[in-house]
């Protein structure tokens, strides 16, 4: 199972950004995909996370309004789209899955995103 982020780096406050996490290995189907955040000195938390046909989707309140998590499963991608980016989203973000029908969560390698103020 491979998951590969992309589409992190620096932006202005205010401003938007895409990341992408192309998934391999895996039935795409059958996994709940998340993205997660780490920032420096804190514990990684969920942002968001999309079932397969988005009959379950969830975020964080802290980014509620702002990101959009979604799917092409034709392309076995997920998206963060980010938009009206603050100080605080400045993090390492990562992505994950998680089978329906097994705890384990995989992890991709993460992507930095950097909003200067």
């Known amino acids: 199972l491979q998951l590969v982020e992309s589409g992190g780096g620096l932006v202005q406050s205010g401003g938007s950004l895409r990341l992408s996490c192309a998934a391999s290995?895996?039935?795409?189907?059958?996994?709940?995909m998340s993205w997660y955040r780490q920032a420096s000195g804190k514990e990684r938390e969920l942002v968001a996370a999309?079932?397969?046909?988005?009959?379950?989707?969830h975020y964080a309140n802290f980014v509620k309004g702002r990101f959009t998590v979604s799917r092409d499963n034709s392309k076995n991608t997920v998206y963060l789209q980010m938009n009206s980016l603050q100080a605080e989203d400045t993090a390492v973000y990562y992505c994950?899955?998680?089978?329906?029908?097994?705890?384990?969560?995989?992890w991709g390698q993460g992507t930095q995103v950097t909003v200067s103020s």
């Open positions: 999309r079932s397969w046909t988005g009959a379950m989707t």
């Open positions: 290995g895996f039935t795409f189907s059958s996994y709940i």
């Open positions: 994950s899955a998680r089978a329906l029908t097994n705890p384990t969560v995989y």
